[in-house]
């Protein structure tokens, strides 16, 4: 596709309840990310993905929370046993590589809100 | 741990008026972005800058990046109100680790 394609673009859930985030990343781009973005607030940075290779996820906040990208183009983020404090947007990032100095190209992100 | 700082992280101005905004960051890095956000909206791509003493400018943005004081600004010249927007600057340690580490945000706004 011409962009990053995030879906859904808003979910609303109940506590407890697990959602599932999807990224379609630009095709050809080896490297995806996933930010939080709290309202307000800056990016925190949540996992990455290269091409095939285990993903660094270093910055995941709990085990509740997952991500898988398949035969290295689409990744899908899990929230299992949502809280409130998981509402956020989830923002998702690709570039041409990672480690190279190449620029992220953002989708619009899920907005997410546990009621 | 990358520690990246901008500031301000809001301002309010006004339109014809000059300003900058500053982005230091914890560790060596020569790689750093800057990105721009509308309410409501993702990030778009402002600047890439890659060396040190690069300068990048598009119409009434211009950034530069020092790597030796692990320092970036963003100057506005002549701000006109279709530059409100939050501003983000970005870091990358390079290597693949971390993806980008951004800073807070900058929430400009710029009046009439």
């Known amino acids: 596709g011409a962009g990053v394609s995030q879906s859904p673009s808003n979910k609303v859930t109940e506590k407890g309840k697990d959602v599932e985030l999807r990224c379609d990343p630009i095709s050809g781009h080896t490297a995806l990310y996933w930010y939080r973005q709290s309202l307000g607030q800056g990016l925190e940075f949540l996992i990455y993905f290269q091409g095939n290779s285990a993903p660094d996820k270093s910055g995941l906040p709990s085990d509740r929370f997952s991500a898988e990208r398949t035969g290295g183009s689409v990744s899908t983020l899990t929230i299992q046993r949502t809280q409130q404090e998981d509402s956020a947007v989830y923002l998702c990032?690709?570039?041409?590589?990672?480690?190279?100095?190449?620029?992220?190209?953002f989708g619009q992100g899920t907005r997410l809100t546990v009621v | 741990e990358l520690k990246v700082e901008q500031n301000p992280l809001f301002l309010s101005m006004q339109e014809g008026k000059n300003y900058t905004i500053y982005c230091n960051y914890s560790t060596t890095s020569d790689r750093l972005y800057w990105y721009r956000q509308d309410p409501g909206k993702s990030l778009e791509s402002l600047f890439v800058l890659l060396s040190n003493g690069a300068v990048k400018q598009e119409g009434r943005l211009m950034a530069s990046l020092d790597t030796k004081a692990r320092l970036s600004t963003l100057h506005i010249t002549a701000a006109v109100h279709d530059l409100s927007a939050t501003y983000f600057c970005?870091?990358?340690?390079?290597?693949?680790?971390?993806?980008?580490?951004f800073g807070k945000g900058t929430h400009l706004i710029i009046q009439p």
């Open positions: 970005a870091v990358d340690e390079g290597g693949g680790a971390d993806g980008l580490t």
């Open positions: 990032a690709s570039s041409l590589r990672a480690g190279g100095p190449t620029e992220a190209f």
